[in-house]
């Protein structure tokens, strides 16, 4: 009979220091480590350029206003070569840039250009007068058709508005011109156009005068610089 409760004892007690083990394992229960995004780092913020408004302001440098350069002198350059002044030449032209007048026919031609130096310097206020035929090749010589004279801007600039020229026996289109810096010589010349056929029959055309010409629609439009002495 001892040996019996002896033997519930023991096992008693070896139930007991089982059951010590098995609550240590259960009790404490760590919490599940949860990893949470971290929300900041994973949201990309967009990015936004805002102006700083205490940061100066780019200060846009003013366009420089200059007229088109004469990108055809290289100093020094040469004179514009003269030529005749032909029977046609009326002194005391009008003042006026522009030739045309109501109902005349013929090509509308834009001519533009400067007057400089040898050394590329613009002359101001230099003197143009242009004289020329009509589209048939007549020159108006009682009155002042197709005539005028006018001078440079500050910048060397001159604008001509006039019709091309017509031809007549012996000559291919041509314009007349006396170019004249303040104080200076007259130079007395012509412009010629590119492409007509009659360009190398006529003994006084020189291509060193021919007028850069671009179609502008029904009109033309021509570029010409002269190289003149200033003094
Ligand atoms: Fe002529």
Same mark, same amino acid.
């Given at each position: 009979?001892l040996?019996?409760f ?25 919490a599940p ?9 994973n949201?990309?913020?967009?990015t ?16 420089t206003?200059t ?9 020094? !350059?040469?004179?514009? %070569?003269? &030529? +005749?002044?032909?029977? *046609? $030449?009326?002194a005391?032209?009008p003042?006026?840039?522009?030739l ?17 130096t ?10 143009l007068?242009?004289?020329?035929a ?14 005028g004279?006018?001078?440079?801007d500050?910048?060397?600039h ?11 026996p ?10 004249? !810096?303040?104080?200076? %010589?007259? &130079? +007395?010349?012509?412009? *010629? $156009? ?21 179609e502008?629609g ?14």
């Amino acid at each position: 009979m001892l040996r019996f409760f002896t033997g519930i004892l023991i096992l008693a007690a070896l139930l007991a220091g089982c059951a010590i083990p098995q609550g240590a394992a259960s009790a404490p229960t760590s919490a599940p480590e949860i990893t949470m995004p971290a929300a900041a780092s994973n949201i990309a913020e967009p990015t936004v350029t805002l102006p700083t408004e205490d940061q100066p302001t780019a200060v846009q440098p003013e366009a420089t206003q200059t007229a088109a350069s004469p990108v055809s002198c290289t100093s020094p !350059a040469s004179l514009t %070569p003269a &030529l +005749t002044e032909g029977p *046609f $030449f009326k002194a005391n032209s009008p003042e006026r840039a522009s030739l045309l007048e109501a109902g005349m026919s013929g090509t509308k031609l834009t001519l533009t250009g400067y007057v400089l130096t040898t050394d590329c310097q613009p002359v101001a206020h230099a003197l143009l007068d242009f004289w020329q035929a009509d589209s048939q090749g007549q020159y108006d010589n009682t009155g002042f058709t197709l005539r005028g004279h006018q001078y440079t801007d500050a910048n060397g600039h001159y604008q001509l508005e006039t019709v091309v020229p017509g031809l007549y026996p012996g000559r291919t289109e041509h314009i007349h011109v006396k170019v004249q !810096a303040p104080g200076g %010589p007259v &130079l +007395t010349s012509q412009l *010629f $156009f590119p492409g007509v056929t009659n360009n190398e029959s006529d003994n006084i055309y020189n291509p060193a005068l021919l007028i850069k010409i671009q179609e502008n629609g029904s009109s033309l439009q021509g570029t010409f610089d002269f190289i003149i002495a200033a003094q």
